[in-house]
């Protein structure tokens, strides 16, 4: 959670805005807020794949945010970030070119900034163009035809995790400190110099 600190709410300009102009404090939290939230996204964007090895495309799109408004009671703003599983496909895989369902070898991928080994996958692509990683379930099906038909086996394509587990502090659910300290910065920032702008405003009155 990033808004007003002890610290914050203590310092002499804040101070002055309560003492002589309380009714703006919402203004002054609304684009506060808002400041911070956009740091939040553009961190995201940049972080997210430099640490995950994934496209920013990917990223951007499951990333929105809420904007705070001053007729709030309590102007908050906020990052949603909603994606499924990605396909494993796309933390760089090695190799990249489709294997005709062999297995030899299996597959790697880049996947936060580690290598992790599948033995027994395999890069194929789909009729429907879909390229992915794969693995055998172990499970036949019968196909019908001649003779009794033909037996295969299944297959399943393999995920990572999520954008949403992407950009939080993994099992903690909440923003990566990192991020969280930056965004933090840029609240107080804004905050204080909002604070500023409105008191001289009413001084030049």
């Given at each position: ?23 703006r404090l919402r203004d002054v ?135 949403p587990q992407m950009t939080e ?37």
């Amino acid at each position: 959670m990033i808004g007003i600190t002890a610290e914050l709410a203590n310092h002499e300009v804040v101070k002055r805005l309560l003492d002589e102009m309380p009714e703006r404090l919402r203004d002054v939290t609304m684009e506060a807020a808002n400041a911070a939230a956009s740091i939040v996204k553009r961190g995201g964007y940049k972080l997210v794949p430099e640490t995950w090895n994934v496209p920013k495309e990917m990223v951007k799109d499951t990333m929105k945010t809420i904007r705070a408004k001053a007729g709030d009671e309590s102007p908050t703003a906020i990052v949603t970030v909603k994606s499924g599983n990605i396909p494993l496909f796309k933390f760089t895989p090695d190799p990249s070119s489709i294997m005709g369902g062999k297995t030899t070898g299996g597959v790697s991928v880049l996947l936060g900034g580690r290598r992790a080994q599948f033995p027994n996958a395999f890069v194929a692509e789909m009729a429907s163009g879909h390229r992915g990683i794969f693995t055998r379930t172990g499970k036949f099906g019968l196909i019908p035809g001649p003779r009794g038909g033909t037996k295969t086996e299944g297959i399943k394509e393999l995920f990572a995790v999520s954008v949403p587990q992407m950009t939080e502090d993994v099992g903690k659910h909440r923003i990566p400190p990192a991020l969280a300290n930056w965004a933090q910065a840029e609240f107080k920032a804004v905050f204080l110099r909002s604070c500023d702008a409105w008191l001289a405003a009413k001084g030049a009155k």
